[in-house]
């Protein structure tokens, strides 16, 4: 008993002096909280967002805080965000990728190779599999949507919630997409809606008692609905799923490992796209008829072209994703004294094992110098005066280079960014064809975002917004 007292102790003290040990020179600034080891954990769980802004305005672009014994320097300056990116010797991002798919997936794949695996997603989302993945997913889309109208006469009006409509057909649309089975479609959006909406709480190790309870069962029932021997046999013997299998089984993983694995890659290929389609439907929805009919032909189709309805269309689709992309990007500094250079040509020292976090949504997205009003949905932020599409932003005096990163940035950005662009652009144009969609209430504002969700993927609203629907005759 006394050995265990002295051993709490001797470990208190170890982190109050690292806690207290940090005072070198040319090092970004520092704020460590009331909390010993605790730090700001507590309010950069709860906002991001909000504890985050209120640090830039304190301290400026860069800073350091401590977050549950890590020290995270955090920059907020776009222009140099490609020192720490295209910097893959000095900033890492196995390790917190890692522990991430440790935490909230139970996964530990026995290699890491990420120029190997962005190349196999290449050979899906570009290309020939490109087109493969959005005829399949229109098809879905499609066949979904009419399929619920079997049963019901086409004046018979429906009310439901628009996220809800969003993320019910976008979820079985890319699980059949991608896995290519229709008999636990329905069994599988259950389990991983309910596992969806704790992940942010079981990522920050915050569950308690029937949440907790609830993640892990629903995580288990995806884990035997995904297990490789149940999807074998699907009925495209190229698919997704099937390669991606094949791909681990090379790497030597095993049938359990696999489809944890399945459960990872089912997330992040279906996350992307529900909130910005609930935007999406929203403001197509909120504008003249006219309007949305053109915006719906012009969202459907990919030949270049430079008239209204088409620059309109992207515009609508940018702010959109300015909105809602709110992905932490983190790396882990790799050698002590590493120099990082912000605007202004000030220069600061950072320390080996610390975390640089770039939060592309703080700024650019939602910089009030960079875009006026960022709160605000316009849907004409995009457009020049004469309605061609806006590329040129500035903050400080200076053009930008990255004014809105909902991808990431570039060639290290998301291999699915087509697909998924490609994916919100058939939905809006498959629902607007086949349905005429109306508000229920037109005067209600939309719902706020979920402040939890800062840090993974896209928000999601609190609430929902009625609306009402009904299928088209013809």
């Not at 619920?148 to 628009?162: K, M, N, P, S, Y």
């Not at 389990?191 to 288990?220: C, H, I, M, W, Y």
């Not at 991808?407 to 652009?425: D, L, P």
């Amino acid at each position: 008993m006394l050995f265990t007292i002295l051993l709490l102790l001797i470990t208190i003290l170890a982190l109050l002096l690292r806690y207290s040990g940090r005072s070198r020179d040319n090092e970004p600034p520092l704020d460590k909280g009331l909390i010993p080891w605790l730090g700001h954990a507590l309010e950069f769980g709860k906002d991001a967002a909000k504890f985050l802004a209120r640090m830039k305005n304190k301290h400026g672009d860069i800073f350091t805080v401590c977050v549950a014994g890590q020290y995270i320097t955090v920059l907020l300056d776009p222009n140099s965000y490609d020192d720490v990116l295209y910097d893959t010797d000095s900033f890492d991002s196995r390790r917190s990728k890692g522990l991430l798919m440790e935490k909230v997936f139970s996964l530990v794949l026995p290699s890491d190779n990420p120029e190997k695996e962005r190349k196999w997603m290449e050979g899906h989302f570009q290309g020939v599999g490109l087109d493969k993945l959005q005829s399949s997913m229109d098809s879905h889309l499609r066949d979904l949507l009419l399929a619920d109208q079997r049963g019901c006469g086409t004046a018979q009006w429906r009310e439901e919630g628009l996220f809800d409509l969003c993320y019910g057909l976008l979820f079985r649309a890319g699980y059949l997409t991608m896995f290519t089975r229709d008999e636990n479609a329905d069994a599988v959006y259950k389990q991983f809606r309910n596992f969806d909406k704790l992940l942010p709480k079981l990522a920050r190790s915050s569950l308690k008692g029937e949440d907790k309870k609830s993640v892990t069962s629903s995580q288990e029932s995806l884990w035997q609905l995904l297990a490789p021997a149940l999807l074998e046999g699907g009925r495209d013997a190229g698919c997704w799923q099937e390669s991606y299998q094949r791909y681990l089984g090379e790497a030597g993983v095993d049938a359990e490992t696999q489809r944890k694995a399945l459960l990872m890659h089912l997330w992040t290929t279906q996350v992307r796209l529900e909130p910005s389609c609930f935007l999406s439907g929203h403001s197509v929805t909120s504008l003249s008829l006219a309007l949305s009919r053109s915006l719906a032909l012009s969202l459907f189709t990919h030949r270049p072209s430079h008239n209204v309805a088409q620059t309109t269309a992207h515009s609508v689709l940018r702010e959109t994703l300015r909105l809602t992309a709110a992905a932490f990007i983190s790396r882990e500094v790799m050698a002590d004294g590493k120099k990082l250079g912000v605007s202004g040509g000030l220069e600061y020292c950072l320390r080996k094992g610390d975390k640089v976090l770039l939060f592309p949504f703080l700024c650019p997205q939602m910089d009030p110098e960079i875009h006026q009003q960022p709160e605000s949905f316009r849907y004409k932020r995009f457009l020049n005066d004469d309605m061609s599409e806006k590329r040129i932003f500035y903050k400080g005096g200076s053009r930008l280079k990255h004014y809105n990163m909902p991808w990431g940035a570039e060639r290290k950005g998301c291999v699915g960014k087509q697909f998924a662009i490609s994916t919100v652009k058939m939905f809006v144009f498959t629902v607007l064809r086949h349905l005429e969609l109306e508000m229920c209430e037109p005067s209600d504002p939309l719902p706020q975002f979920n402040p939890q969700r800062y840090g993974f993927g896209m928000l999601q609203p609190i609430g929902d917004l009625q609306v009402r629907y009904r299928f088209k005759r013809n």
